[in-house]
C-alpha cells in the first residue's frame, strides 16, 4: 500500500510521473526501477507524461455506447473552451452507467450534460436498519459486550440467513467468516515486496472490503457507500470481531470520489463515537478501517488481484488455492466481502434470519441491490425482496425506453449470459437466475430494446474484457485479444474474416471460450467470451454474413 | 508462494494418470508427475525457478469446474489427476496455437543453439510442420496468424551488447524475471503495460543496452523460446553437430563457477553455466561471455627475442612509456569518433622483438639466468608466478625458482590482494584460507560485508549474498561506496577511507559494553581477549571511533547490537531445514566477507585482525552459517597460495625457516634449499631499482600495470639485466622482456584450480594452442632444465600427483578423483566426500590450539591528502573487467560493454570543481598522473575518486603508492591523495 500511495502522492504532487521522480523514489525506498515500470505501467491512474489543463474521461462502454452522444460531445466542447490544452481519453466503465455517456471532468464525474442521478436508491429502508435515526450501531454496541457470543450470533444468522456473496461468486458469507475466525496466522512472508513493508512483518488478520465494482453497468454498491456507509462500517467491524481482526481496509475505485468523501466522513464519526479504535463499540478490541483508493483497474475487483494492488504489486490475480481466508494480504488470513455483503450482513445480524427470510418473495428470501441501466426509462439503484422479476424491476424503473420493448438483457453485468426477452419473468435470485442459463452476478441488469443489433453490443462487452485483461496468462492475454480481432473482422464483412469461412464463426469461438474458460487463472478470463457466445445461442441471425 | 519442502513432511498419495504416487506434502502436481516419469508440458516453469503457472500449458483434470495449472497447485491427498486426457489436450493445443498465431516466423527470429520449445510444442500438436512453416489453422479451420504487431515499440532491441531481444518472440512466460530476480537477484527485468499490450522491459522501460542490467545473461539461458537469445561472438549460435560441449570451470574470478563450453572448429561459440555446489548454473557477463580473448588475433604465437637495436631496454608503447603525446592524439582520435585507448598497438611493439624458435629462445633464458646466478648468485634472479595458472603450474614455478634458482624469491599477485588478510589469519587462527563456503550465509542469521564489492568482483557469490538478505538475513554492509549490495543491507555504513579499524574497534566496544558476547566460546577457544577489551573500551567509544569514520555513534550501536542481538525472524522453510536449530547457540550466526578495502591498506592486517576479533568475540568461527571469508580476487589466487608461490613457505604454508620441512622439500627435489624467506613482489620490484635483483622469469603477471606507482615499476623493469616473460599477450610487462615466451590460455590445457571456497577443480583442454605456443607447465619444465633442474612430467596429473604427496590438506586428492564438481580440501574421503566445508570446529592450528585476539589501534593511512591533493583516490576493479585487461580487454563483449577509463566522483565534488559529468580531466598524485572521463556517482563518497585500475592508457597504478602494510606487505593501493582538473582545452 505504501508505495503505491506515494506514487499516487507524487503524482498528485508533480502531475505526473517522470523518470527523475521515479528515479528518486526508487533511490530513497530502495525500490528496483523495474518495479515502479512495472506499476505505473499497469495501473491506469498513473501517467508519464505532463496532464493538459483539462483532462476529460469518457465511456467506451456499452450503457454509454449505446446511447446518443450529441450532448455528451457539446458538453466536452465547452468545457475545453475556456483551457489552452484539454485531452480527451476513452476509459472503461466509470460507473455511472445510470447518467450514461457518463463523463468524468479532471477525474471529477459529471453528468456529461445530463445531471447526475446518484443519491437515490428505491425503495430504501428496508435493509438499513438504522434509516432515519442519527443513532447507529446499535447491533455492534449490543453484541461487543461479549465476544464469543458476538462470533457466534454473526456466523450463526448469517448461516440461518443463507447470506451469499453479493460480489458475484456467491459463497456463503457465514461460511467465510466462520473459516477466517478458525484460520490461524501464518508466518510472515519473506519476499522482496515484504521486505519493504512494515505490515508485512507482522502477522495479523485483515478485514476488506472490495469496493472496486467496475463491471459495466454496476454501480449499486456506489450507491450504498454514499447513503448507508454506517452500514458497510458495522458490517466490516461486525466482521472484525468475529474474525480476530483489527484492521480493515476499504478498497475504493477512484473513480468514486464522491462517495470516498462521505465514506471517511461516516469513519470520522464512527472514530469519534467510539466505535472504531482502541475499544471498539466497546469490545475491549482494536478495530479501525482504513480507505485505499483504487489506482484503477476492472481486475482488482478479483479478489487476489485486489490483494496483489495492497502488496504493492501489478493487480495480477493469483493461483487458487490458497484462497485469501486461508493466505491473503500479506499471506495471512484475510476475510473479503462486498460492499453490499458487509451492508446485509450487518441488516441480518440486526434483525435475525427470520426477518431476512420474510423479505423475499415468491418462495425467496430477503433483499437485494440491483442497478439497471441500458434502454430503460429511469436507470438507477433499487433494493428490491429477492424473487422480483426483472419485468417487474423493469416496471418499477419507469419501463423501457421511449416505449419501445424489450428484446434482450444481461440480468448480472457484463460478465453474465445474454437471456432473451421471453427469460424476463425469470426472478431475480441467485438459483433462478442461474437455471434460466445465466447468473446473478453483480446485480446489474443491463436491459436492450427491440431495435437494438446485438453483435456490435456483445463485441463491445468483449472488447472490455479484453482491454482489462491484467495479461497474466495466456488464455485470457492472447485469447481474448483474437477474438476481438475475429469479431472485428466479422463485422467488416465476410470478405474481411478472419477464418476460411469453412468453419462458422460460432464453433471458433465456442472452442476458444471453452479454452479460456477452462484455464484461464481468474473469473475476468473464464467469461470474457461469455457475452457473444451467450447472444449468438440466443439470437444466432445476428452474426454478420 | 515457495515450493520448499518441510523437514519432515508427511507423505499424502496422489494417483497421477492411474498410477498411484507418494510425494511429500506440498509437492507440486508437476512435480509429483515428473518424479512418476510423467512429463506435463510446460512453457513458464523450470525446475530452478519458483512456478508462476502463467503459460497454463501444464493444465490438468483433477476433476474441478476448470482445469488446474500443474506446476502451481499442491497435490492433495487421493487427488486423482488426468495430465493428458483428449480435454486437456484439446486446451494445451488452443494454448499452443494462440501463441503461435503472433510467434515471428524462424527467418523474423535470432539465430539461437537452444530449440525453441514453443515451436516443440507446435510441432507436437501439429500446428507447426516440417521446415518449421505453421500451418495456420484453428481446430479444423484456419485463420491467418496475426498480421500486426500489437507492440508499438521496435520488435527487437538490440542495444545490449551480448543479449538480443526480440519483443515479439517473447510469450510472457515471466522466466526472465525469476531468472534476473530470484536466481540472479538483478532486478533488472519486469512485465510493463497490461492485457495484450504487456511486454518484458527493463528498468523504467529503458533499452536493455541503456539500463542497470549486468549482462549476466541468465535471462537468455532460461528464455524457452527465441525472446532472448545470446548474441553470437564468434561462431553463428546454432545447432551443429561439430559442436561439442566440455565442462570446465570459469577462467576469472576466485568463485570458480561450473561452466559447460560449446565449441567447434577449434572455436569457442558458446558458454553456461551448469549446476555445481559452487554457482547453482548461475554466471556473470565475464564468464559467460568474455572467453573469446583465447582467440584473439594479438596471440603470442612463436617465442619472440628482443632486437639488438631494442636496447637499452624501456617501455616501447606510448602509453607504458608514459608519452602524453602519445595518449594526446588518440584523444584527438576520440574527437574524430574513434575509440580512444584501448588494448596496445602491435605494431608500435613488435618491431622491437624478433621470432626465434624454441630452442633458441630457451637457450637463451638458460644462458642469461645461469650468468646472473654465477655472477651475482641465486639471490640476484626472482620469478612471478601467476593466480590465473594452475595448481600444478604453481607448484612447479616455485619449485624452479627454489631448486632450480636457488632462491626463495618467488611470489605472485596475492600480495597484492590478499597478503594482509593471510598475514592476520595465519596469525591469530592458524590458516590462511576461508574458514567457511560463501554459500553457507544462507545459514547466516547476520552477513558482514565489509569493503567488499562483491557484485563487480564476485559476482555470482553475491547472488547468494542478496538472495540471503531477501530471505531475512540481516545484512550489514559497511564501505566507502554505496555499492549495488547496500540496497539489500539491513545496515549500510559508508565510512570514511582507512577508518575499518576505529570503527571495527567502536562495534566491538558496543558489543562488550552490552555484554553481546559469547563468554563461553572466548573463554574455551580463544586467548588475548582482555589487552582487547581493554584497548577497545577505553580507547573506541561510539563517539570517539564517529569523529574517525564518520558513523553516527547510535548506528555504530545499532549494528553492534545486530551482531550481538536479535535472532532472525521466521524464515521461509528452505533456508530452515537445510540446518538443524540454532537455538542453543546464544548469539546469531554471522558469516563475515572482506574483501580489498579492508587488505590493501598500510595497516590491512590490522583492519583483518578487527574483522577476525569480531567473530572471535561473538563465537562466529567452525559454526555453520558462520566463519571468516576473504574473498579470492583470481580464479588460482587460492590454490596459487597452497601451491608454494609465497616467498616464506612452501606448499601447504610450511615455512622456509622450518628446518624440518625445508629437509623434506630438499629430499623431495634434489637440490639444497635457501633457508632465508625470499623477497615479495613490491621488494623485487625496488630490489631491481638497486640492483639487488638482476634477472627475473614473470609467468603471467603484468605488475606495470598492477604494482603500484607505475613510474617507478617502469624503471625498475627497465633495470633489469634480463627479464623472461611468459605470457598469451604482449602485455605491457612484456615491453622491457628480453625474451617472451608463448604460453597457452586457460581454455588450452588441463590442470586444477582452487577456488574462494577451497574447491580443487579441474579446468578442461577445449582448445589446441595457437601455433607454437606451449602450456605453461611445459615451458617451466623446459626452462628449469637450462638451469639444471631437470624437469620432465608426462601430464598435468602427475605434477599434481607429486604436489598433493607433499601436502597434508591436498593429501588424497588427485585428477582422477576430484570429480565433476570438485572436492574441498581438506578431504578425509577422497573417494566419496565432497571434503570440509568448515574448519577450525574444535580447536584452531595455531600452536595453543585457541584463537588469538589481537588488538590494534588506529593508524591514518600513509598519505593523507592536503591543499595540493585535496582528494583521496581509491583502485578497484569493474565488473566487466579483470586485472590488467589483458583478457578482458580483448573480449568484444566486455569491451564492448566498457571500453574505456573512467574516474568516479560524486556530482557535489565536480560541481565544487567546476568539471562535468563525462569530462575529461587530469587526475594527479605526487607519483604520477593520467587523464581520463570524469563521471558523477552519488555512491561514491564526498571528497574521493575511485578509478578502476583495468586500463592501460590511464593506469590508476600511475598515482598509487608503493607503501607497504608492514606485515602482509600489501600496498595500500585504496589510499592515497590526488588532486582531480581538467585537462587544458576541455
Given at each position: 500500500m505504501q508505495l503505491i500511495r506515494q506514487l499516487m502522492q507524487l503524482q498528485a504532487e508533480h502531475g505526473y510521473l517522470s523518470n527523475d521522480v521515479l528515479r528518486e523514489l526508487s533511490e530513497r525506498r530502495g525500490v528496483p526501477l523495474y518495479r515502479l515500470e512495472e506499476l505505473v505501467s499497469f495501473y491506469s491512474h498513473f501517467r508519464r507524461t505532463p496532464p493538459a489543463d483539462r483532462i476529460v474521461h469518457i465511456c467506451r462502454d456499452v450503457c454509454c455506447e449505446m446511447r446518443d452522444k450529441k450532448s455528451r460531445d457539446e458538453f466536452i466542447a465547452g468545457q475545453m473552451d475556456s483551457i489552452a490544452v484539454g485531452e480527451t481519453h476513452e476509459v472503461s466503465c466509470l460507473g455511472r452507467c445510470d447518467a450514461a455517456p457518463a463523463v468524468a471532468v479532471d477525474d471529477q464525474p459529471t453528468g456529461g450534460g445530463s445531471g447526475l442521478s446518484g443519491g437515490v436508491v428505491r425503495r430504501n429502508a428496508q435493509a438499513d436498519p438504522y434509516a432515519g435515526q442519527s443513532d447507529r450501531y446499535g447491533t455492534v454496541r449490543q453484541l461487543?459486550?461479549?465476544?464469543?457470543?458476538?462470533?457466534?450470533?454473526?456466523?450463526?444468522?448469517?448461516?440461518?440467513?443463507?447470506?451469499?456473496?453479493?460480489?458475484?461468486?456467491?459463497?456463503?458469507?457465514?461460511?467465510?467468516?466462520?473459516?477466517?475466525?478458525?484460520?490461524?496466522?501464518?508466518?510472515?512472508?519473506?519476499?522482496?515486496?515484504?521486505?519493504?513493508?512494515?505490515?508485512?512483518?507482522?502477522?495479523?488478520?485483515?478485514?476488506?472490503?472490495?469496493?472496486?465494482?467496475?463491471?459495466?453497468?454496476?454501480?449499486?454498491?456506489?450507491?450504498?457507500?454514499?447513503?448507508?456507509?454506517?452500514?458497510?462500517?458495522?458490517?466490516?467491524?461486525?466482521?472484525?470481531?468475529?474474525?480476530?481482526?483489527?484492521?480493515?481496509?476499504?478498497?475504493?475505485?477512484?473513480?468514486?470520489?464522491?462517495?470516498?468523501?462521505?465514506?471517511?466522513?461516516?469513519?470520522?464519526?464512527a472514530r469519534e463515537g467510539g466505535v472504531l479504535g482502541s475499544d471498539a463499540a466497546g469490545s475491549g478490541r482494536a478495530f479501525d478501517i482504513e480507505v485505499f483508493v483504487s489506482p484503477g483497474g476492472y481486475i482488482l475487483g478479483e479478489e487476489t488481484a485486489l490483494l496483489e494492488c495492497l502488496e504493492d504489486k501489478r493487480g495480477e490475480p493469483r493461483n487458487k488455492p490458497p484462497f485469501p481466508g486461508q493466505r491473503g494480504l500479506w499471506g495471512q488470513p484475510t476475510l473479503i466481502n462486498n460492499v453490499e455483503t458487509f451492508a446485509l450482513a450487518a441488516s441480518i445480524i440486526h434483525h435475525g434470519p427470520d426477518w431476512w427470510h420474510a423479505q423475499g418473495t415468491g418462495g425467496c428470501s430477503g433483499l437485494k441491490f440491483v442497478c439497471i441501466s441500458g434502454d430503460i426509462a429511469e436507470p438507477g439503484v433499487f433494493e428490491i425482496p429477492v424473487g422480483t422479476t426483472v419485468l417487474e424491476l423493469i416496471e418499477m424503473a419507469g419501463g423501457m425506453r421511449n416505449g419501445k420493448s424489450l428484446k434482450a438483457f444481461l440480468p448480472g453485468g457484463a460478465s453474465s449470459n445474454f437471456l432473451p426477452a421471453d427469460k424476463a419473468g425469470t426472478p431475480l435470485d441467485l438459483d433462478a437466475i442461474r437455471a434460466a442459463g445465466s447468473m446473478l452476478g453483480t446485480g446489474a441488469v443491463i436491459v436492450f430494446d427491440e431495435t437494438r443489433e446485438l453483435f456490435p453490443l456483445a463485441a463491445n462487452l468483449v472488447a472490455f474484457f479484453r482491454n482489462e485483461s491484467c495479461g497474466k496468462c495466456v488464455p485470457c492475454r492472447v485469447g481474448s485479444q483474437r477474438a476481438v480481432e475475429l469479431l472485428q473482422a466479422a463485422s467488416a464483412g465476410p470478405a474481411n474474416a478472419l477464418g476460411s469461412g469453412q468453419v462458422p464463426l460460432t464453433q471458433t469461438l465456442d472452442e476458444l471460450n471453452e479454452t479460456l474458460e477452462q484455464t484461464s487463472i481468474c473469473g475476468l478470463g473464464q467469461v470474457a467470451l461469455h457475452p457473444i457466445v451467450s447472444m449468438l445461442r440466443h439470437f444466432s441471425d445476428e452474426a454478420p454474413g | 508462494m515457495t515450493m520448499a519442502i518441510l523437514a519432515n513432511p508427511a507423505t499424502i498419495k496422489v494417483t497421477i494418470d492411474s498410477r498411484e504416487v507418494e510425494v511429500p506434502e506440498g509437492t507440486t502436481l508437476w512435480e509429483a508427475a515428473r518424479r512418476a516419469g510423467v512429463e506435463i508440458p510446460?512453457?513458464?516453469?523450470?525446475?530452478?525457478?519458483?512456478?508462476?503457472?502463467?503459460?497454463?500449458?501444464?493444465?490438468?483434470?483433477?476433476?474441478?469446474?476448470?482445469?488446474?495449472?500443474?506446476?502451481?497447485?499442491?497435490?492433495?491427498?487421493?487427488?486423482?489427476?488426468?495430465?493428458?486426457?483428449?480435454?486437456?489436450?484439446?486446451?494445451?493445443?488452443?494454448?499452443?496455437?494462440?501463441?503461435?498465431?503472433?510467434?515471428?516466423?524462424?527467418?523474423?527470429?535470432?539465430?539461437?543453439?537452444?530449440?525453441?520449445?514453443?515451436?516443440?510444442?507446435?510441432?507436437?500438436?501439429?500446428?507447426?510442420?516440417?521446415?518449421?512453416?505453421?500451418?495456420?489453422?484453428?481446430?479444423?479451420?484456419?485463420?491467418?496468424?496475426?498480421?500486426?504487431?500489437?507492440?508499438?515499440?521496435?520488435?527487437?532491441?538490440?542495444?545490449?551488447?551480448?543479449?538480443?531481444?526480440?519483443?515479439?518472440?517473447?510469450?510472457?512466460?515471466?522466466?526472465?524475471?525469476?531468472?534476473?530476480?530470484?536466481?540472479?537477484?538483478?532486478?533488472?527485468?519486469?512485465?510493463?503495460?497490461?492485457?495484450?499490450?504487456?511486454?518484458?522491459?527493463?528498468?523504467?522501460?529503458?533499452?536493455?543496452?541503456?539500463?542497470?542490467?549486468?549482462?549476466?545473461?541468465?535471462?537468455?539461458?532460461?528464455?524457452?523460446?527465441?525472446?532472448?537469445?545470446?548474441?553470437?561472438?564468434?561462431?553463428?549460435?546454432?545447432?551443429?553437430?561439430?559442436?561439442?560441449?566440455?565442462?570446465?570451470?570459469?577462467?576469472?574470478?576466485?568463485?570458480?563457477?561450473?561452466?559447460?563450453?560449446?565449441?567447434?572448429?577449434?572455436?569457442?561459440?558458446?558458454?553456461?553455466?551448469?549446476?555445481?555446489?559452487?554457482?547453482?548454473?548461475?554466471?556473470?557477463?565475464?564468464?559467460?561471455?568474455?572467453?573469446?580473448?583465447?582467440?584473439?588475433?594479438?596471440?603470442?604465437?612463436?617465442?619472440?627475442?628482443?632486437?639488438?637495436?631494442?636496447?637499452?631496454?624501456?617501455?616501447?608503447?606510448?602509453?607504458?612509456?608514459?608519452?602524453?603525446?602519445?595518449?594526446?592524439?588518440?584523444?584527438?582520435?576520440?574527437?574524430?569518433?574513434?575509440?580512444?585507448?584501448?588494448?596496445?598497438?602491435?605494431?608500435?611493439?613488435?618491431?622491437?622483438?624478433?621470432?626465434?624458435?624454441?630452442?633458441?629462445?630457451?637457450?637463451?633464458?638458460?644462458?642469461?639466468?645461469?650468468?646472473?646466478?654465477?655472477?651475482?648468485?641465486?639471490?640476484?634472479?626472482?620469478?612471478?608466478?601467476?593466480?590465473?595458472?594452475?595448481?600444478?603450474?604453481?607448484?612447479?614455478?616455485?619449485?624452479?625458482?627454489?631448486?632450480?634458482?636457488?632462491?626463495?624469491?618467488?611470489?605472485?599477485?596475492?600480495?597484492?590482494?590478499?597478503?594482509?588478510?593471510?598475514?592476520?589469519?595465519?596469525?591469530?587462527?592458524?590458516?590462511?584460507?576461508?574458514?567457511?563456503?560463501?554459500?553457507?550465509?544462507?545459514?547466516?542469521?547476520?552477513?558482514?560485508?565489509?569493503?567488499?564489492?562483491?557484485?563487480?568482483?564476485?559476482?555470482?557469490?553475491?547472488?547468494?549474498?542478496?538472495?540471503?538478505?531477501?530471505?531475512?538475513?540481516?545484512?550489514?554492509?559497511?564501505?566507502?561506496?554505496?555499492?549495488?549490495?547496500?540496497?539489500?543491507?539491513?545496515?549500510?555504513?559508508?565510512?570514511?577511507?582507512?577508518?575499518?579499524?576505529?570503527?571495527?574497534?567502536a562495534v566491538m566496544h558496543v558489543l562488550i559494553a552490552e555484554d553481546l558476547v559469547d563468554h563461553e566460546f572466548i573463554q574455551q577457544r580463544t586467548e588475548g581477549f582482555d589487552d582487547l577489551k581493554q584497548l577497545v573500551l577505553r580507547d573506541f567509544s561510539p563517539e570517539q571511533a564517529s569523529a574517525i569514520c564518520g558513523i553516527e555513534p547510535d548506528e555504530i550501536r545499532a549494528i553492534a547490537r545486530t551482531i550481538g542481538g536479535a535472532k532472525r525472524q521466521a524464515d521461509s522453510p528452505s533456508a530452515r531445514d537445510s540446518q538443524p536449530s540454532t537455538l542453543d547457540s546464544p548469539l546469531p550466526r554471522m558469516l563475515i566477507f572482506w574483501g580489498m578495502g579492508i587488505a590493501q591498506h598500510s595497516h590491512g592486517t590490522d583492519n583483518a585482525r578487527c574483522l577476525i576479533s569480531l567473530c572471535l568475540m561473538t563465537g562466529n568461527v567452525g559454526k555453520p552459517g558462520t566463519g571468516l571469508h576473504p574473498l579470492r580476487g583470481q580464479n588460482n589466487v587460492q590454490g596459487a597460495s597452497d601451491a608454494g608461490l609465497i616467498p616464506?613457505?612452501?606448499?601447504?604454508?610450511?615455512?622456509?625457516?622450518?628446518?624440518?620441512?625445508?629437509?623434506?622439500?630438499?629430499?623431495?627435489?634434489?637440490?639444497?634449499?635457501?633457508?632465508?624467506?625470499?623477497?615479495?613482489?613490491?621488494?623485487?620490484?625496488?630490489?631491481?631499482?638497486?640492483?639487488?635483483?638482476?634477472?627475473?622469469?614473470?609467468?603471467?603477471?603484468?605488475?606495470?600495470?598492477?604494482?603500484?606507482?607505475?613510474?617507478?615499476?617502469?624503471?625498475?623493469?627497465?633495470?633489469?639485466?634480463?627479464?623472461?616473460?611468459?605470457?598469451?599477450?604482449?602485455?605491457?610487462?612484456?615491453?622491457?622482456?628480453?625474451?617472451?615466451?608463448?604460453?597457452?590460455?586457460?581454455?588450452?590445457?588441463?590442470?586444477?584450480?582452487?577456488?574462494?571456497?577451497?574447491?580443487?577443480?579441474?579446468?578442461?583442454?577445449?582448445?589446441?594452442?595457437?601455433?607454437?605456443?606451449?602450456?605453461?607447465?611445459?615451458?617451466?619444465?623446459?626452462?628449469?632444465?637450462?638451469?639444471?633442474?631437470?624437469?620432465?612430467?608426462?601430464?598435468?596429473?602427475?605434477?599434481?600427483?607429486?604436489?598433493?604427496?607433499?601436502?597434508?590438506?591436498?593429501?588424497?586428492?588427485?585428477?582422477?578423483?576430484?570429480?565433476?564438481?570438485?572436492?574441498?580440501?581438506?578431504?578425509?574421503?577422497?573417494?566419496?566426500?565432497?571434503?570440509?566445508?568448515?574448519?577450525?570446529?574444535?580447536?584452531?592450528?595455531?600452536?595453543?590450539?585457541?584463537?588469538?585476539?589481537?588488538?590494534?589501534g588506529y593508524l591514518p593511512a600513509a598519505e593523507l591528502p592536503d591543499d595540493e591533493y585535496p582528494l583521496v583516490l581509491n583502485t578497484g576493479r569493474i565488473l566487466e573487467h579483470w586485472h590488467t585487461g589483458s583478457m578482458t580487454r580483448r573480449s568484444k563483449a566486455l569491451d564492448a560493454i566498457k571500453p574505456s577509463a573512467f574516474a568516479k566522483l560524486h556530482p557535489s565534488d565536480l560541481a565544487e570543481l567546476g568539471l562535468d559529468d563525462r569530462q575529461m580531466v587530469r587526475v594527479a598524485s605526487r607519483r604520477g598522473e593520467i587523464e581520463l572521463q570524469a563521471i558523477a556517482d552519488r555512491s561514491i563518497e564526498p571528497g574521493c575518486v575511485f578509478i578502476p585500475f583495468h586500463f592501460r592508457e590511464a593506469s590508476a597504478n600511475l598515482l598509487t603508492n608503493d607503501v607497504l602494510d608492514p606485515y602482509g606487505k600489501i600496498p595500500e593501493y585504496k589510499y592515497c591523495a590526488v588532486r582531480v582538473e581538467a585537462v587544458d582545452g576541455e
Open positions: 461487543a459486550d461479549d465476544i464469543g457470543t458476538l462470533k457466534s450470533v454473526c456466523v450463526d444468522r448469517l448461516t440461518a440467513a443463507g447470506l451469499k456473496g453479493m460480489g458475484g461468486a456467491g459463497f456463503p458469507t457465514g461460511k467465510k467468516w466462520e473459516l477466517v475466525a478458525a484460520a490461524s496466522l501464518n508466518p510472515p512472508v519473506i519476499d522482496d515486496f515484504a521486505l519493504f513493508d512494515e505490515d508485512a512483518k507482522h502477522p495479523r488478520k485483515y478485514v476488506i472490503c472490495n469496493a472496486d465494482e467496475s463491471e459495466p453497468g454496476t454501480f449499486k454498491d456506489r450507491e450504498i457507500l454514499s447513503l448507508m456507509p454506517h452500514l458497510v462500517i458495522e458490517g466490516m467491524l461486525l466482521a472484525g470481531l468475529t474474525v480476530g481482526a483489527d484492521r480493515g481496509i476499504l478498497f475504493i475505485r477512484h473513480e468514486y470520489g464522491p462517495e470516498r468523501e462521505r465514506f471517511e466522513e461516516e469513519l470520522l464519526r | 510446460v512453457l513458464c516453469h523450470a525446475p530452478q525457478l519458483n512456478p508462476v503457472g502463467v503459460c497454463r500449458m501444464c493444465v490438468v483434470d483433477v476433476g474441478e469446474r476448470v482445469l488446474a495449472a500443474s506446476c502451481v497447485r499442491e497435490c492433495q491427498a487421493g487427488m486423482t489427476v488426468a495430465t493428458n486426457s483428449e480435454k486437456v489436450e484439446q486446451h494445451r493445443r488452443t494454448l499452443t496455437w494462440l501463441l503461435l498465431s503472433e510467434y515471428p516466423e524462424q527467418e523474423d527470429r535470432q539465430p539461437s543453439a537452444d530449440a525453441c520449445e514453443l515451436e516443440g510444442l507446435g510441432r507436437r500438436y501439429g500446428i507447426v510442420k516440417e521446415g518449421g512453416i505453421r500451418n495456420g489453422e484453428f481446430g479444423k479451420d484456419g485463420f491467418a496468424p496475426h498480421s500486426e504487431f500489437p507492440i508499438p515499440i521496435s520488435k527487437f532491441d538490440l542495444s545490449s551488447p551480448v543479449i538480443a531481444v526480440d519483443h515479439a518472440a517473447c510469450i510472457l512466460c515471466d522466466r526472465c524475471i525469476r531468472a534476473c530476480d530470484d536466481v540472479q537477484n538483478n532486478h533488472v527485468i519486469g512485465r510493463t503495460g497490461k492485457g495484450h499490450a504487456a511486454r518484458i522491459a527493463f528498468d523504467l522501460d529503458q533499452p536493455m543496452g541503456e539500463s542497470t542490467c549486468v549482462s549476466c545473461g541468465e535471462c537468455a539461458a532460461v528464455c524457452p523460446t527465441d525472446a532472448l537469445t545470446h548474441k553470437p561472438i564468434t561462431l553463428p549460435i546454432v545447432p551443429d553437430e561439430r559442436t561439442t560441449t566440455t565442462e570446465t570451470v570459469c577462467p576469472y574470478c576466485g568463485v570458480g563457477c561450473s561452466l559447460t563450453v560449446h565449441s567447434r572448429d577449434n572455436q569457442i561459440l558458446l558458454a553456461e553455466g551448469h549446476e555445481s555446489p559452487v554457482n547453482h548454473g548461475r554466471l556473470c557477463v565475464k564468464g559467460r561471455y568474455g572467453w573469446d580473448y583465447a582467440q584473439h588475433p594479438q596471440r603470442l604465437t612463436k617465442p619472440l627475442i628482443r632486437r639488438d637495436d631494442a636496447y637499452p631496454k624501456g617501455p616501447l608503447s606510448s602509453d607504458v612509456a608514459g608519452n602524453t603525446g602519445g595518449r594526446g592524439s588518440r584523444r584527438a582520435g576520440e574527437r574524430d569518433g574513434s575509440k580512444p585507448g584501448g588494448i596496445v598497438d602491435y605494431d608500435e611493439v613488435l618491431p622491437a622483438f624478433s621470432e626465434a624458435s624454441w630452442e633458441e629462445a630457451l637457450d637463451l633464458v638458460g644462458e642469461r639466468l645461469r650468468a646472473i646466478r654465477d655472477e651475482h648468485g641465486s639471490g640476484a634472479l626472482a620469478g612471478f608466478g601467476s593466480a590465473k595458472c594452475s595448481n600444478e603450474e604453481a607448484y612447479l614455478f616455485q619449485k624452479l625458482i627454489r631448486a632450480g634458482f636457488g632462491t626463495n624469491n618467488v611470489d605472485h599477485c596475492t600480495r597484492l590482494c590478499h597478503a594482509s588478510s593471510v598475514a592476520a589469519l595465519m596469525e591469530t587462527i592458524g590458516g590462511g584460507a576461508v574458514t567457511n563456503i560463501f554459500a553457507d550465509v544462507q545459514n547466516a542469521d547476520v552477513c558482514l560485508v565489509a569493503g567488499s564489492h562483491s557484485t563487480a568482483n564476485h559476482p555470482v557469490a553475491a547472488t547468494f549474498i542478496k538472495e540471503a538478505a531477501r530471505r531475512g538475513t540481516k545484512l550489514i554492509v559497511v564501505d566507502v561506496r554505496r555499492h549495488e549490495l547496500a540496497r539489500f543491507a539491513t545496515h549500510f555504513a559508508q565510512i570514511k577511507p582507512g577508518s575499518d579499524v576505529a570503527f571495527y574497534n616464506i613457505v612452501y606448499p601447504d604454508y610450511q615455512a622456509v625457516g622450518d628446518s624440518s620441512a625445508r629437509a623434506k622439500f630438499e629430499a623431495a627435489w634434489g637440490r639444497e634449499l635457501d633457508p632465508q624467506p625470499g623477497l615479495t613482489v613490491v621488494e623485487i620490484m625496488s630490489g631491481a631499482l638497486t640492483k639487488d635483483i638482476r634477472g627475473m622469469y614473470i609467468l603471467g603477471e603484468n605488475p606495470f600495470l598492477s604494482d603500484p606507482n607505475a613510474n617507478k615499476v617502469r624503471k625498475s623493469l627497465s633495470s633489469l639485466d634480463f627479464l623472461v616473460v611468459q605470457d598469451i599477450f604482449l602485455t605491457e610487462t612484456a615491453e622491457f622482456a628480453d625474451v617472451i615466451l608463448p604460453a597457452t590460455s586457460y581454455f588450452e590445457k588441463d590442470g586444477t584450480y582452487t577456488n574462494t571456497d577451497r574447491r580443487v577443480q579441474l579446468g578442461r583442454k577445449i582448445l589446441d594452442p595457437p601455433g607454437d605456443a606451449r602450456a605453461d607447465w611445459q615451458i617451466i619444465c623446459d626452462v628449469a632444465t637450462q638451469v639444471g633442474l631437470p624437469m620432465s612430467y608426462e601430464s598435468p596429473a602427475a605434477i599434481f600427483e607429486e604436489f598433493a604427496g607433499l601436502t597434508k590438506n591436498y593429501g588424497g586428492l588427485s585428477h582422477a578423483n576430484l570429480g565433476p564438481t570438485g572436492k574441498l580440501w581438506p578431504c578425509a574421503d577422497p573417494q566419496a566426500g565432497d571434503g570440509t566445508q568448515i574448519l577450525f570446529g574444535d580447536r584452531f592450528p595455531t600452536s595453543s590450539g585457541k584463537g588469538k585476539f589481537v588488538p590494534c
